[in-house]
Every structure is written in structure tokens, then in C-alpha cells.
């Protein structure tokens, strides 16, 4: 048992299986998510990690096994209760045409109203907060499927952290993003989160910036966990081979002193150093 088995879990699968229409994708999965940490998801194409996460967000239920959120069973729960305890911000969202950005992140705000879903002047004060530090409270007024695709991914981030849940899950929330804005990205949203002692899960594809903003990896293969912990008991050289069959060199990053993974040269690349 790892020390992870033993904090307590902000989420938590149990034996779950998860299949679209009759193609099985996970079978008999169990992985506890550490609460108040950085849990980053990552393997290669098709391997079940956006549909993981997919299951924790209740939007694929499981054919067997329970989902549980903080010890209670997600399935057993009102969705205005999960939706006060669990963001999301899926990989390809899609806005309703014509709406604005701010009544979109707005839109973010629906768990915490009452029946009349009257918007309350805390409601007001979550949006402005997420549109702040967003760097989108200028785009308020405008429409949201006018924006460049930076403009519109940094929206939805402001949408998920309007929602003020203690539970984010981010399904490659980098996408359209160049490197400069990745970083500020993922470093403003897992510094919210701190600031709130909440927990983040999310779905990576890069390795460097998963390694860089994780505090427990979670490695995936085929619809099973091959490796889980912190990055630097993760990311080996083997385990790169093992999940990915890249052949690569793993040093320590300068900055970050996490784990930098350093792809071997190709054969492409050698004969073109050779031919100059």
C-alpha cells in the first residue's frame, strides 16, 4: 500500500468498467484521486484516459463498479449536488450560438442558484472573479464563437472556475493554446485551486507539462493504470518505452526539478545532420 492509498481521496473508482455502445474501453478499473493535489492523467491515443475522466464527471456511466466523490457514490447523488462539488471542462465544448462570454461563464453559476434561478450578487462576483483572471473580462460583451480559439479555451477555463467547486476536472484544457499561454493557464488554474485547498484531475498529452504542474501521475495503457505516484517515480525511460514505445532520455528539468523527457534523435533527423 502507497502512501497515496492511505490520504484520503477526492474521487475514487471501484472496479468500474466503461464502454461506448458495445466497444469496451476500461474493464474492472479501481484508482483513488488524492484530495488537494494535482493528479494529471497521461498515455498515448485511445488508451481510456478522457474516458476516465469522463466517468468521474458522470457523463458515461460505468457498466460495472461505482464512481465515489469524497467516500459517497456519485450515481446515488442529485446532479445540482455533484455540480456544487465537481467542475468540468470537457475537451471539445461547444457554446450555443450567439451567446456572449459572459453570460456563457455565467452559465457556470447554475449549480449554486435556487429554484428561480435568479442570478445573486455572489453569483455577479464569481463571474467578474473568473473573467479577472482569465484575462477575458475585456471579451465580456462579446460572442463567444467570434473569439480565436486561444480567446474561446481561455472562456471555458473561466467557465469551470466560475463554478467555484472543489473538485476540477480539466480534459486537455492546453488545446489551441501556444506554450506562453499553456503556462499561464495551467499555473493560474492550479494556483485557484490551491488557494481554494480544492482538488484538479486532468488529461495531458504533453509529458513535460505534465510532469512540470503534477503532483501525483497517473499512466495509462490500454484502458488500465500502468503506473501511478509522483512524476519522478512515473517517468522513467522504461516506463516512457513501456506506455508510449518512445525511446527516450528522462533528465532532471533545471527549473522545475521534475522529470524532463527527451525523445531519442530519429533516424530522419540523423541522415539530415548528415547530409549538411
Given at each position: 500500500m502507497t502512501h497515496t492509498d492511505l490520504a484520503p481521496a477526492a474521487l475514487e473508482a471501484q472496479g468500474v468498467s466503461l464502454a461506448y455502445e458495445s466497444r469496451e474501453v476500461i474493464s474492472d478499473l479501481s484508482v483513488r484521486i488524492p484530495e488537494g493535489k494535482v493528479t494529471v492523467i497521461v498515455g498515448p491515443n485511445g488508451c481510456g484516459k478522457s474516458t476516465l475522466l469522463r466517468g468521474f464527471a458522470r457523463l458515461l456511466k460505468p457498466t460495472r463498479g461505482n464512481f465515489l466523490i469524497e467516500g459517497e457514490r456519485l450515481a446515488a447523488m442529485p446532479l445540482k449536488d455533484s455540480a456544487k462539488r465537481l467542475g468540468l471542462l470537457p475537451q471539445q465544448p461547444i457554446a450555443p450560438e450567439g451567446i456572449t462570454v459572459r453570460d456563457l461563464v455565467g452559465r457556470g453559476r447554475y449549480p449554486h442558484q435556487g429554484l428561480f434561478r435568479r442570478f445573486s450578487a455572489e453569483d455577479r462576483h464569481a463571474v467578474g472573479r473568473a473573467l479577472t483572471v482569465t484575462g477575458t473580462l475585456e471579451l465580456a460583451e462579446r460572442e463567444v464563437n467570434e473569439l480565436s480559439g486561444g480567446q474561446r479555451q481561455r472562456v471555458w477555463i473561466a467557465l469551470a472556475l466560475a463554478?467555484?467547486?472543489?473538485?476540477?476536472?480539466?480534459?486537455?484544457?492546453?488545446?489551441?493554446?501556444?506554450?506562453?499561454?499553456?503556462?499561464?493557464?495551467?499555473?493560474?488554474?492550479?494556483?485557484?485551486?490551491?488557494?481554494?485547498?480544492?482538488?484538479?484531475?486532468?488529461?495531458?498529452?504533453?509529458?513535460?507539462?505534465?510532469?512540470?504542474?503534477?503532483?501525483?501521475?497517473?499512466?495509462?495503457?490500454?484502458?488500465?493504470?500502468?503506473?501511478?505516484?509522483?512524476?519522478?517515480?512515473?517517468?522513467?525511460?522504461?516506463?516512457?518505452?513501456?506506455?508510449?514505445?518512445?525511446?527516450?532520455?528522462?533528465?532532471e528539468c533545471p527549473e522545475s526539478g521534475k522529470p524532463l523527457v527527451v525523445p531519442a534523435t530519429t533516424a530522419a533527423e540523423r541522415s539530415a545532420h548528415g547530409s549538411r
Open positions: 463554478q467555484e467547486t472543489p473538485i476540477l476536472l480539466l480534459d486537455e484544457p492546453t488545446t489551441y493554446l501556444d506554450l506562453a499561454h499553456q503556462m499561464d493557464v495551467l499555473s493560474l488554474v492550479l494556483d485557484t485551486q490551491r488557494e481554494r485547498q480544492g482538488s484538479v484531475v486532468m488529461v495531458l498529452h504533453d509529458l513535460n507539462l505534465a510532469a512540470r504542474f503534477a503532483d501525483h501521475l497517473i499512466a495509462m495503457r490500454d484502458g488500465r493504470i500502468v503506473g501511478q505516484g509522483a512524476p519522478g517515480e512515473v517517468l522513467t525511460a522504461e516506463s516512457v518505452r513501456e506506455i508510449f514505445g518512445l525511446e527516450s532520455t528522462v533528465i
